[in-house]
């Protein structure tokens, strides 16, 4: 249950960073275009964390081959 509200977390940080960047293609003013690059960079980073808060948990449950 957990890992799919992450990964529903993930898809969102995903759009968002999508919505971001096409925004970045537009004409836009200097103080628009920094705060944007700012949203696009935290964005970035929360589904840099929200990965490694997923993948963590995988990584310590044993291989089913005993591997």
């Known amino acids: 249950m957990i890992i799919r ?3 529903v ?3 969102t ?3 968002n960073v999508q919505r971001y960047r096409g925004l ?6 200097d103080f628009e275009r920094r705060f944007i690059e700012k949203r696009l960079s935290e964005e970035q980073l929360a ?6 808060r997923i993948a ?5 449950q044993p291989h089913p081959h005993g591997a």
């Open 13 to 15: 940080h995903r759009n």
């Open 56 to 60: 963590a948990p995988l990584n310590t």
């Open 5 to 7: 509200e992450h990964l």
């Open 24 to 29: 970045l293609e537009t004409s836009l003013a």
């Open 47 to 52: 589904i840099e964390n929200l990965a490694a």
């Open 9 to 11: 977390r993930l898809r």
